[in-house]
């Protein structure tokens, strides 16, 4: 024993005074020296802690918000009737012996009052002869259409029940910041009660240059079946409709869109007010963007809506508005692009007065503009553009009634409509831009139409179509 204690404190020795003449004789110290140089470039460190709100998905608790939501979110089944052919001769020639066939579409809704009120998509209720809503207790009501809204696909129905139904409340969608935490809640593919989870990827988002969307764009995953359901914050409260998604397949690929909770909110109270939507129109004319015309005047690099034209008696010309004015904000809301400015419109009716920041030749001036009533409007089946007549028209034409032809598409040039005034369709009186729209949407296309006019003279003219 003593033995192997030796052996062990020589090996020892041994190691250490190896170890110690290798440093001695072979290794080279190396020194570096680090001085402060006043050309040197810095890089800013921040070390700033993070939040626990923004540190990350498993930091945010999403299941309050989908335990109070999955109960206020139904399936909505749509059943409509078709024609469908009895045998080849009909379906080639359609020889009127065609069946009916029920057809069924599905889609989601929201809950917004307990006694029954239910907001959806009007694609998902259109041309319904028979609606059903199954509520997340699997128990199924026949629902009736209120009213609906096909510019902002915003429709409104209701199910009869004695119980007590949980409901959303609105939130406020003008608060909604990119980058906050949502969910979207509803059926796709019949699956009921689904639950995902985004983030706001966008605001005032448009999906057709044409017209005067305003949508949410999250990532929050969105298929077919999810029209009409709810997107909601981590608080639960509805701050959407969701509506649609930008694929070509026809599935979710990272893009969806919801109508904002304002603008629905507005639909849904003007359909239960008024029985229709109450829009207020400002009044001006914008040059479409991504145009030569708008790129050669640089308008594309303009933040803010660049008014091109002003509307006759409109809010915007009593408010003198000029050509070549920029909008930079309304009501205190940043105003970058056209849709910013439509979205917010959308929440406001004839009648309400709106503050307008406005940029004068590099001069900022504010404006208050009261909003009217739409005064224009493109008839179906011909395309015109008609307007409701103004004082001066009215002396002009020597009428109290009519619409005035303002707008004429290429297949009509020819027949001098541009300018003259219509006063009736067929047998029926036009009095304004409403009746205008009834009269021209009843028209067949295999009739005859006969349309009266008036011209600068005060003369009656007649047109026959067929």
Do not use: C
Not at 19 to 38: I, M, P, Q, R
Not at 179 to 200: C, D, H, Q, R, Y
Not at 285 to 311: D, M, Q, R
Not at 437 to 463: H, P, Q
């Amino acid at each position: 024993m003593r033995r192997i204690g030796s052996l062990l404190i020589v090996a020892v020795f041994a190691g250490a005074i190896t170890l110690g003449a290798y440093k001695f004789l072979f290794e080279k110290n190396s020194y570096t020296v680090v001085a402060a140089d006043e050309n040197s470039s810095l890089i800013n460190t921040s070390f700033t802690p993070t939040s626990a709100k923004g540190a990350g998905i498993n930091e945010v608790d999403f299941t309050l918000a989908a335990e109070n939501t999955v109960n206020a979110v139904v399936h909505v089944k749509n059943v409509t009737v078709g024609k469908s052919p009895n045998n080849i001769f009909d379906f080639f020639y359609g020889s009127g012996g065609s069946k009916s066939a029920p057809q069924v579409g599905t889609g989601s809704g929201v809950i917004i009052s307990q006694d029954g009120h239910i907001v959806t998509n009007n694609h998902v209720i259109a041309n319904a002869s028979q609606l059903q809503v199954t509520l997340n207790n699997n128990k199924t009501y026949d629902a009736q259409l209120v009213g609906s809204d096909p510019n902002s696909d915003i429709a409104l129905i209701k199910i009869e029940t004695n119980e007590k139904l949980p409901y959303l409340a609105f939130g406020d969608s003008d608060n909604t910041k990119i980058g906050e935490w949502v969910l979207a809640v509803g059926n796709p593919f019949n699956l009921t009660s689904t639950v995902t989870a985004g983030i706001v990827s966008a605001k005032a988002r448009s999906l057709d240059t044409r017209s005067n969307q305003s949508f949410i764009q999250t990532d929050a995953a969105v298929n077919p079946g999810n029209s009409g359901g709810a997107l909601v914050n981590t608080n639960g409260d509805l701050i959407g409709i969701n509506t649609a998604i930008s694929s070509r397949t026809g599935s979710y690929v990272g893009y969806s869109f919801a109508v904002p909770s304002n603008i629905a909110k507005k639909v849904i109270d003007d359909i239960l007010e008024y029985g229709n939507v109450q829009k207020g129109v400002l009044g001006i004319n914008v040059a479409p963007v991504n145009t030569p015309y708008a790129i050669e005047k640089g308008l594309n690099e303009i933040e803010g809506v660049y008014i091109s034209g002003i509307v006759e008696d409109s809010g915007a010309e009593e408010a003198d508005l000029r050509e070549g004015d920029i909008v930079k904000m309304i009501d205190k809301i940043k105003i970058k692009k056209y849709p910013d400015l439509t979205g917010y419109l959308s929440t406001k009716r004839p009648g309400d007065t709106v503050e307008m920041l406005i940029d004068r030749d590099d001069e900022e001036i504010t404006v208050a503009v009261t909003l009217k009533e739409r005064q224009t409007i493109i008839v179906p089946e011909m395309g015109m553009e008609v307007k409701n007549l103004s004082e001066k028209d009215k002396k002009q034409f020597k009428t109290k009634i009519g619409v005035k032809i303002t707008g004429v598409p290429e297949r009509y040039r020819g027949y001098g409509l541009d300018g003259k005034v219509i006063i009736k369709v067929d047998d029926k009186d036009i009095e304004n831009i409403t009746d205008a729209k009834n009269a021209f949407g009843g028209i067949s296309r295999y009739g005859k139409t006969v349309i009266t006019m008036l011209n600068e003279d005060g003369e009656r003219e007649r047109l026959i179509f067929q």
